[in-house]
């Protein structure tokens, strides 16, 4: 009998319990990550995340070499490799952490447990983020998540692990890349090393300008803690940052950014909590009365949005930072979907697709979610409707984060740049900068399209079939 673990969104060798207590029996333990066909062409996975991915890897074999160990990067379906371990290797051990992903996962984790029973093998999932499978609500659910917190950290003896090496019979041939230059450091590296940075520096010296900056699109960007997408591919386990978090905090009593910060790792979990619970939100309103709204899509919206030609300053900025970097801070991102949704009208499906192969920290428990309530389909929160015009005006008034991603706008005063249909036929001459020439001419009405969605929504609010709903919904997902 072997051991086989399954890394999946968990790239990390340290508080890991599949790998702990694959080495804790002493049997010969194969070490696997998989690239899928189905996740490669999946309408969520991009290249960027693949990279992320393999860079993290890379770093993990790094910390094996010492050990004599590897993982086996194979390429192909999850049930045919475990086959072709189970043919060259025989009875084994299958572990792993239990995943909260897209449709696809589950579906592929169900048959993967078909064949495992089929051949009489045994596979164990451990948690992970304090999520548990299978919960009918949030009774007691924030004691649970502060005693998964709480909790040591899993230690993982490395020099103890007796490994087996495959003869990786299947090869690798997926090489993902990007439209970027290995030189451009615009979007984050995967490795743990890299993790690990931004929390020290995070917890030292920049949590201080938490708080004040995390609305702005420029700052934001220096001063959040950035561990977003280690956390979403678990290089870093949020046991790990809270922990962290949390030790700083006491060093710090009463630190409000450190407050506010402790209060989204909780919100995290939150989320995905309320994804595993719900799952359907990957594809349906989770309050059906909202489905008499956004029915058809209009192509020529979806390509001025996801290209960032929509005529309305900070949000082509933000799409083509976005599209670039992989980063957004949480109010760019949800003033994005706030105007795909409500002031273009669209379904959020088409917007959930395309962020979610744009944001490097994909992570569905959040995505999903996060994409409801900004399109306002839950019923019981309260509607934000996000006006861009007014959010430049607040969090970007020098128009420096607008000019630098729109370079169209970059010669123009800030007020221009951030509404460029105010300037008179004089001014746009003195600027040599004429509107629908140089920029587009905006797509909507935000004003007037913003006043529609507000009074849509809260139409279908108060009807008796939407108040049924999110009190459906409330019990499920309040604690």
Known sequence: MKNVVWFKRDLRLSDHAPLRE????????????VIEPELI??????????????ESIAEMQQKLLPHNAEISVLQGEIRSILQMLYEEHGAFQLFSHLEIGIHTTFVRDKAVRDWIIKQGLSWVEYPQNAITRGRRNRNGWNKDWERFMNSPVVHVPISALNFQKTSNKLVNSFKPSLAISEEDDSMQRGGRSNGEKLLRTFLSKRYTYYSKNISKPLMSRSYCSRLSPYLAWGVLSIREVTQSTALRMRELPRNRNLQNFMSRLHWHCHFIQKFESECDMEFKNQNPAYNIIRTTINDHYLEAWTTGQTGIPLIDACMRCVNTTGYL?????????????????QPWQQAADHLSKQFLDFEPGIHFPQIQMQAGTVGYHTLRIYNPIKQAEDHDPDALFIKKWVPELAKLPAIFAREPWKMTPIECMMEDFHLGQHYPEAICDVEASGKFATETIHRIKKSSESKKFAEQIRQIHVN
Do not use: C, D
């Open 22 to 33: 694959a080495i804790s029996n002493g049997r010969p333990t194969i070490l696997l990550f």
């Open 41 to 54: 062409n999946s309408e969520h996975y991009s290249n960027r995340h693949w990279k992320f991915m393999l």
């Open 329 to 345: 801070n949480f109010r760019m991102r949800a003033m994005l979907v706030s105007f795909w949704t409500h002031n273009l009208q």
